[in-house]
Structure formats: C-alpha cells, structure tokens
C-alpha cells in the first residue's frame, strides 16, 4: 500500500494549480486593470486616449511579468472546466479516503475555479480579455 501523502499527490496539486491560475489572474490582470482605469473612471477603450492594450499601458519589465496572467486569460477558461472535471473526479472516487482538510482545500479550490469561469463568461472577464487581446 503506497504512503497516505504520496497517495493524494494528484490532487494536492490539482488544487495548488487551481489557485495558482485564480491568484495569477488576479494579480496579474484584474488589479493592474482596476488600478489604471477604475482609478481614473474610464476603461481601456476611452474618446480621449483610444484603445490601450496592456502593452501601452505597462511597459517594459512588468509586462514580462503579466504575461502569464495574460496568457491564463486567454487560455483559463478552458483549463478551468479541464480542472473542474478533474475536482469532481478525484471527490467522487477518493471522498471517503481523503483527509478532511484535504478535501476541503479541493471543494474550495473547485469553487473558486467555478467563479473564475463564470465571471470570464459574464461581461466584465469579457471586458478583460478584450483588453489582453487588443
């Protein structure tokens, strides 16, 4: 029989990269865009400055570090419902098994996965991944 912390290593970092792309998004999209824009009461597409994408508004060393936030946005949608699917399979095959913090930790990243794609479906994460796109 294998060891109990080997045994849930899969989904110990399923959860660890379901946080991940949620916190990258965060940091790395949606603050940045609510910093430079709800601040000043416009949004990336004003009268008096056109469109600005991400590449105008930061430059140089910070937006090296936005671009895998900027590439979870483009991509996370997708690898938010692959990730779901994995919570859910892993809960229903090893629910009774698992450690009760560690289930936990795989309900609540499940549910921050699922507000993560519903808001990149709603307006406002549409919104965003315009202003990566452009």
Not at 24 to 33: D, Q, R, S
Not at 45 to 71: E, K, R
């Amino acid at each position: 029989m294998s060891q109990p912390g080997s045994r849930f290593f899969a989904a110990r970092l399923l959860v660890l990269g379901q946080l991940s792309m949620v916190v990258l998004y965060l940091v790395g999209v949606v603050v940045p865009y609510l910093l430079k824009f709800t601040v000043q009461g416009t949004n990336h597409c004003s009268a008096t400055t056109g469109c600005q994408a991400p590449g105008d508004v930061f430059g140089g060393p910070l937006l090296v570090l936005l671009i895998p936030a900027m590439v979870i946005t483009i991509l996370g949608p997708m690898v938010a419902v692959l990730f779901l699917l994995m919570s859910f399979t892993s809960l229903a095959r090893w629910r009774r098994e698992m450690p009760d913090a560690l289930r936990r930790w795989v309900f609540g990243a499940a549910g921050l996965t699922l507000a993560f794609l519903v808001f990149n479906l709603l307006p406002p994460g549409r919104l965003l991944l315009n202003w990566v796109l452009d």
